[in-house]
C-alpha cells in the first residue's frame, strides 16, 4: 500500500451527495482509489454503495460534488464517458447474451475485425486461451454460456470486463451467488487483476472476504463514510467493521431459542426428479430446522423446487400432517402450506413496478381475506411492523419496490412469506447478500417461526450459519441423501466429509 501510495490517486470522488425525492442516499462521501489498490466499501443494505458506484459508472448524475479522475475533474460523468475513461462495472444482474460462446460473449460490441471489417474469431479465440491460462481458469472458451455454471458464468463476466482494458474494476457483490471454494477463485482473481495495476473497487457482505484481500476498507452508514482502514490485514477485528456498520455493537449473533419439536408434520416419500434419479425419503417435525448441505451443485435445490412443483418430478408423495397431499405446481403448494423462498429472489420473488405493500401482502391477504380473520384495512399496519422487525430501509410501504437497494429486494420476499403465514418454511441460502444487522434479525424470525410450531426447511452454503441455526442436518450428494446429523454430531469436518464422500 505505501508503495503505491507514492502516486497520485487515480480516482478521488470529493464531498459526493445524491438525493432522490429529497432524501440523500449519498450525503458527501469522499473517497479515492490508487492504481493497482484493492479498496473494499462494507456497509449496510441500503448505506449507499451501489449508488456511489452509479455515480462513478456515470449511470446517476450526483446532487454534488467532484470527481478527479486521471488528473482531470467532473462534476458528473455519462456512461460513455466513464467507460472512455477505463472504467468497468461489473453487475450482480446476468447480462451475458444466451445462446452465444463464452468468447463471443467476451468480445460482443468489441470485436476484433482483419481487413474489410471481418470478424477475427481465431484472434478472439486466441487472446481469450491466452487469458485463461494467465488467470488460471479451467474453462472451455467455446462453450455455450448457458450451460455454464454460476460461477464460471461469473468468472466470464470478469474476462469480459478485462477485455475492455479497465483502468479501475468495480466489483459488486461479486460472489453473492458462490459457493465457498468459487468465492476463493474469485477473491484469488481480483488479486491477480489488480497486481497488472488495476484499481479495484470490491463490494461484499461477507467480511471474511474484505479481510483477505482489502488494501483499504472504507465503511459507509447511511450515507456517508464512518471510517476507512489502511493496510487492515487479517488481523482487524470483524467486531470493530461491523460496529462501524451499524453504528453499536452486536451482541448476540445466532439468536435459537432451545424449544419443543414435536410430531412429523411434512413427510416426504419416494421422491424421485427423473425415472432413474435417486429416490429421496425424509421428514421434518413441528419446530425444528432441518438444514440441507451440500456443494452448490449437490442438488439440494433441485430437491425443493420438485418438492413444491417450481419444478416437474417423476414421482413422490407428500404428507403433511399425515394426509397426502397432491402438489404438481406453486399454487397447489402454497394452498399446502408451503412458503418456498427461492435462491433466485430477485428476479423470480418480486414485482419491481409494485410498492413495498404489494409485494408484501400478494401472496398472504388472499389467503386472510379468504379466512376473513383479518381486518383488510389493518394489513398496512401488520406490514409495517414487519419492514421495521426486517429492517427494510424503505422512505414508506408504499415505494415502489424497484427504488429500494438490492439487499433491501431481498428482505420483501422474506417479509412476503412470513406475511402469508405459511405451516413449512423453505429458506433457500436466505442470507446471501444480505447485511450483518439484517442477518441477526432474520435468525430471530427463524426462531420465532419455530416456537409457533411451524418447521423450516434451509439450504445454506454458509456452514456457521447452517451449523448453528439447524437442528438437524442431512447432507447431500449427487442429488441423494448421504448423511444425517444431529445436536452435538453436528460439525464443519463432518458435514464436509460426507458432502465430498470421503470416509
Ligand atoms: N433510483 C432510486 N430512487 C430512489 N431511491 C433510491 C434509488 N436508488 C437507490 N435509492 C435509495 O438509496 C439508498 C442507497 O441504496 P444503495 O442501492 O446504494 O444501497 P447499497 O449500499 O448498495 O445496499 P445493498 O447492500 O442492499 O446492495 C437506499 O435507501 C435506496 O432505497
Ligand atoms: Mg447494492
Sequence with gaps: MEEKKKSEPILEMTDIRKEFSGVYALSGITFDLFAGEIHCIVGENGAGKSTLMKVLSGAYSPTGGSIRLFGETYD??????SKALGIHIIYQENDLVPGMNVVENIFVGNEIAGPFGLIRFDEMLARTERQLKELELDLDPTCNVERLSVADQQFV?????LSTEPKILIM????????????????KLAQMVARRGIGIIYISHFLEEIRQIADRITVIRDGAVVNTYENPGRDIELTKLTCDMVGRPIETFY??????????????????LKKDSPRIDFHVRKGEILGFSGMVGSGRTEIVRALTGADPKFSGEVYIHGREVK??????????GFAHITEDRQRLGLMLGNSVLENTTIVGLKEKI??????????????EGLIKNLRVKTPSIWTDAIFLSGGNQQKVVLAKWLFADQEIYIFDEPTRGIDVNAKAEFYKQMSALTKQGKC?????????????????ILVIRDGRITGELQDEQISEQMIIKMALGVK
Design 327 to 336: 402438489i404438481s405446481n406453486p399454487r397447489d403448494s402454497i394452498q399446502a
Design 76 to 81: 458528473a460523468l455519462t456512461p460513455t464517458l
Design 172 to 187: 459488486d457483490e461479486p460472489t453473492s451467488m458462490f459457493n465457498v471454494r468459487d468465492a476463493q477463485k474469485v477473491l
Design 456 to 472: 423450516i426447511i434451509m439450504i445454506s452454503s454458509d456452514m456457521p450459519e447452517l451449523i448453528s441455526m439447524s437442528d438437524r
Design 157 to 161: 463476466k470478469i474476462l469480459k470486463a
Design 370 to 383: 379468504k379466512g376473513f380473520f383479518i381486518n383488510v384495512k389493518d394489513h398496512p399496519r401488520l406490514v
Design 255 to 272: 439468536q435459537k431459542e432451545r424449544h419443543e419439536i414435536g410430531e412429523i408434520m411434512l413427510e416426504v416419500r419416494n421422491l424421485k
